[in-house]
């Protein structure tokens, strides 16, 4: 790679990839089984996913490793692999690019619990899993590491605190929104708003402000999140908000909003600023090649006006 992941955002935008775990299911994972643990024992299908994001024209992928610290593996009797999940969904990712430049962003999920004193859960051992976590993922030679879909500032400390230690040289924080009841605003199931998230993670030294995820949080509201980080910092932002609402159809959930819908949203996020554009849950390959479309079209507008 010839540039870093900063210096590259400092250029133009940067094409993110879109979900992961919708993507998993489709390929066979079951409800409630591991799907990181498939770095493992299904490499080649995780592989097949990344490579349809590359293909489709994605710069940045996110490791498949959301659920890969110690206490989500714990659930599955998986704790002893933690560091070989990691190192294994890191090269994953590298080789679907197959050579090609791009970066390959490592992904710490939420621990899934509550601390003290509401949960079971100690500060020590949660920051003790992320830092084991981030170490893994940095030694296996990610560009980043991505924090993501936190709703607690406590949480949030511990991972870029594990990502900074680890020596990731691009640490990114990325909150999960849900619009309010009445539709006026939005903010973390903890109640935090996109204010005290950027200029918590601008005190926490992240070098990325993002958002992911969330409640009604579509492209127009990932927007509006991006323009209001953007009055309390000047970091760079990214933003990867799901193919529109959850609904449950068959017993399934399912995410409808179509890549002919959501590219609609591309262009405003790149003039609101954004840096790196990606998508959530139920965005897929056809989602990103129209986003890339969309991206590159924008980019030639500009340079010819
Ligand atoms: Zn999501």
Redesign the pocket.
């Known amino acids: 790679m010839e540039k870093t992941l900063l210096d590259a955002i400092k250029e133009r935008p940067l094409l993110g990839d879109g979900?992961m775990g919708t993507q998993l299911m489709i390929a066979g994972l079951e409800q409630g089984n591991s799907g990181e643990l498939w770095n493992l024992i299904h490499p080649e299908r995780v592989l097949a996913i990344q490579r349809r994001y590359a293909e489709a024209g994605s710069e940045c992928l996110l490791t498949n490793t959301f659920g890969g610290s110690r206490i989500m593996l714990n659930r599955h009797s998986h704790a002893d692999d933690v560091v070989a999940i990691n190192a294994a969904g890191a090269g994953i990712a590298r080789e679907a690019f197959g050579g090609r430049d791009g970066y390959v962003i490592g992904d710490i999920g939420p621990f899934g619990g509550l601390m003290e004193p509401y949960g079971e859960f100690t500060e020590t051992q949660v920051l003790d899993a992320f830092r084991e976590q981030a170490k893994a993922l940095v030694d296996a030679g990610v560009d980043a590491i991505i924090i993501e879909?936190q709703t607690s500032l406590e949480e949030l400390r511990l991972g870029l605190l594990a990502a900074r230690e680890a020596g990731a040289s691009c640490v990114i924080g990325s909150m999960a929104y849900d619009v309010t009841l009445d539709g006026s605003t939005f903010r973390t199931m903890m109640g935090v708003d996109p204010e005290r998230a950027a200029e918590f993670m601008q005190e926490r030294g992240a070098d990325v402000v993002a958002l992911?995820?969330g409640t009604g949080m579509d492209m127009a509201r990932a927007r509006q999140a991006v323009l209001r980080y953007l009055e309390i910092t000047e970091l760079p932002i990214m933003a990867q908000p799901?193919a529109g609402q959850p609904k449950l159809v068959d017993m399934k959930v399912v995410y409808d909003e179509t890549p002919a819908q959501m590219v609609t949203g591309v262009v405003p996020l790149l003039q609101a600023g954004a840096s790196i554009i990606g998508g959530?849950?139920g965005s897929t390959p056809d989602h990103i090649r129209a986003f890339r479309a969309a991206m590159d079209q924008y980019r030639m507008a500009k340079a010819a006006s």
Do not use: D, K
């Open positions: 979900a879909t992911n995820c799901n959530c849950c």
